[in-house]
């Protein structure tokens, strides 16, 4: 997108949140979570955690139709009840899960005046949550057909929020919000955040899976390893290319 001659295009900073931001996948842990108060299926957690463990172990899966199949086990759902077990969730689970290094960069880039995105594949009552929560500027997320008669539709609005689509949902964003705009950095983990890194002016790769590793190296792409210790984990050190301490 062009730079306006006078004024500085807003600089946009993407965070995936999914092994980005927080450890873990949320879906898992809300389902995870729901299971314990008795609101759902142990069965639930159990595919769940399956689909999640061959994802990460790099197997291509047809996450959309998954996505679809969950979702549809809040079908029916009173809103009011979703909204009391989130309130919940956020601070008892979530919280507890943010990577200590990623909200110190959270903070610092705004801070700098950067507009701060969440973008993820998980549904957007969750992440809506979370960018609340960190003080992000604003969330894409999966999102589900508004509720009917104050219940859960079950069924998500419009695509999934993966892969190709994370870049094409930000562009959307961007675009009705600013009139100029450049993704200044993008964060994420696995292979399919690639397009919205290669898309940025600094691309920082987080706990990679090995795809996306091979990726990043390949394009000199930062890579950083954040724990939940809360100690410097690699933050402090990785502020240039691919260095042999960054691995």
Do not use: C
């Not at 899966?61 to 979703?82: C, K, N, W, Y």
């Not at 008892?92 to 700098?112: G, M, Q």
């Not at 969330?139 to 008669?149: E, K």
């Not at 706990?207 to 724990?227: F, H, K, M, Y």
């Amino acid at each position: 997108m062009p730079s306006d001659p006078i004024h500085s295009p807003t600089r946009i900073v993407v965070f995936d949140v999914d092994g980005t931001l927080i450890q873990g996948h949320s879906q898992i842990l809300f389902a995870r979570d729901i299971v314990r108060r008795g609101e759902a299926s142990r069965v639930l957690l159990i595919q769940i955690g399956w689909w999640y463990a061959l994802y990460r172990l790099g197997i291509r899966l047809p996450v959309a139709q998954i996505q679809s199949r969950m979702v549809g086990a809040f079908a029916g759902m009173p809103i009011d009840h979703l909204q009391s077990m989130l309130d919940a969730f956020t601070t008892e689970v979530l919280a507890d899960r943010l990577f200590p290094d990623a909200l110190a960069e959270l903070s610092a880039r705004r801070r700098d005046g950067a507009h701060i995105v969440l973008v993820s594949a998980s549904l957007d009552f969750i992440i809506d949550r979370l960018a609340r929560m960190v003080g992000a500027d604003g969330a894409i997320a999966t999102r589900l057909v508004p509720p009917i008669d104050g219940r859960l539709s079950g069924q998500i609005e419009s695509e999934m929020v993966y892969g190709e689509a994370k870049l094409a949902a930000m562009r959307r964003y961007a675009d009705e919000r600013f009139n100029d705009w450049v993704i200044d950095t993008a964060y994420g983990d696995h292979e399919s955040d690639q397009f919205l890194l290669a898309a940025a002016e600094r691309a920082v790769v987080v706990n990679p899976d090995q795809r996306l590793e091979t990726i990043a190296r390949r394009s000199g792409w930062q890579i950083v390893r954040w724990r939940r210790s809360g100690g410097q984990g690699s933050a402090g050190r990785s502020t240039g290319r691919l260095r042999r301490q960054d691995y």
